[in-house]
DNA sequence: CAGGATCCTAGTCGATACTG
DNA sequence: CAGTATCGACTAGGATCCTG
């Protein structure tokens, strides 16, 4: 007996569109991808393999929880591999795997789009801000 | 005397690296398209233009506030046309704009990259799950 | 050198209530 | 119908300290 109304009724239809939403492969890859410090790492490890301070250098301005964390999650997922030598400092390489390779073209296609088409972005949120009428 | 060695010298780095980040057209427009709602609001109106309503049925469980949030931020960057038509009950069209339209097919690139290599993800995921040796 | 554990802040998002 | 405004829960992310 429904004491529920339009409220409980979209929180429903939310889990089950979440539910949904979380299958969708396209979804979960944009989820993996679209995080700062991924592309970041991806396009830091298209030039070869690096070791974990040469990455931290590279991208600079990133913690290392971050790193760390990002790093974790590419290997977690196949796109990299992590290599731990042994030395007397622990040496720790990191480098793409072929599947990590693969999407290269895709953060490539983006890329592209990104720069062919920025400027008209910009331009549209210069029209947007100082926006309509006369102002100036 | 500066008082400040790695720690603030590492926080201007990373200050500048935003900068400098910000700057770059590929991570703005993946901001711009890697949020949740962003990507289904495109696919929603790459069939044709809807009103408001329309979309938050079409989308089911969004917020109106993450609805609106996201179509303010899509027309700011002339990826879509609001259109208001002042009848009785006020009535709101959005539709994809030409460059809204020329981001369809990054979006089915990465959609296709998912749905060829997700079966592969998940398997790097589950072997680096309950991962190493004999483990189960 | 590489990273785990903690604490804490700032931005995100949803629910709710109200407006034109 | 199409929003705006506010509040509170949640969490991502950064700083710091500590270990193997």
Redesign the pocket.
Known sequence: MPTMT???R??RD?DLY?AYVAECPSRQVLDAIS???VTLVLNALADGPL??????RRIA????????????RLERDGLLT?T?TPSV??????QLTGLGETILPVVTAIKQWSEAHIDAIHAARDDYDHGRSGGQ
Chains 1, 2 share one sequence.
């Not at 070791?51 to 931290?56: E, G, I, M, N, T």
């Not at 301005?61 to 974790?72: E, N, Y």
């Open positions: 339009a409220a409980q979209r929180a939310r979440n995080d700062k410090w070791r974990y301070s040469d990455l931290a301005g990133v913690s290392q929880k971050m790193l760390t964390q990002t790093l974790r992590r731990i400092p622990v040496r720790v390489d990191y």
